[in-house]
């Protein structure tokens, strides 16, 4: 049984209210623009995915990130999971990413997490896409419990729970 109807349609451009951003599925072709989006905020990102995820790690090479992207890439083609970049107007700039994934621990029916560059942290982008996330989920996704991971659980709780069989 798969995770999503079988007629569900993926949002493909998703503006983020009161900024001139968007989400839309990321790309391997995006690597260019995310590679220095990760790398620059390596370390907070480790801090919130490494335990989980054990990404990014520190020697991510430039290919490492192609190949990861061209994963993701397959991964929403095939509806296993989405991850969405987060991109200024002109798509110039990756400045975050969305994921909406498939269960891996019991209790929800797809797990959503988020993250902006070093430079958005706390400032109105930032505010803009957490306010815009579980709206967006609610309104387009078809879960009946979604789970915000670092939002409405910490990673350390998540971790702590037992794994979908």
């Keep these: 049984m798969s995770w999503l109807p079988d007629d569900f349609v993926h949002p493909v451009y998703v503006p983020v209210p009161h900024t001139a951003l968007h989400l839309r599925p990321i ?3 995006d690597t260019a623009l995310d590679y220095p989006a990760v790398m620059g905020s390596r ?5 919130i995915f490494g335990p989980a995820w054990s990404w990014p790690k ?14 993701h890439e397959k991964e929403i083609a095939a509806h296993q999971s989405f991850n969405y970049a987060l991109l200024d107007e002109e798509e110039t700039a990756l ?3 969305v994921y909406v994934d498939p269960p891996e621990r019991t209790g929800s029916d797809g797990e959503i997490s988020w993250w902006v560059v070093d430079d958005l942290v706390g400032g109105e982008a930032e505010r803009a896409l957490d306010a815009l996330v579980p709206e967006w989920i609610a309104a387009d996704w078809p879960f009946q419990q979604p789970r915000y991971l670092g939002r409405d659980i910490t990673w350390q709780d998540w971790l702590a729970l037992p ?3």
């Design 95 to 97: 400045l975050g990413c």
């Design 58 to 71: 520190e020697t991510m090479t430039y290919e490492e990130d192609r190949l990861d992207l061209l994963r």
């Design 163 to 165: 794994p979908t069989s």
């Design 43 to 47: 370390e907070r990102l480790w801090e």
């Design 27 to 29: 790309r391997e072709a």
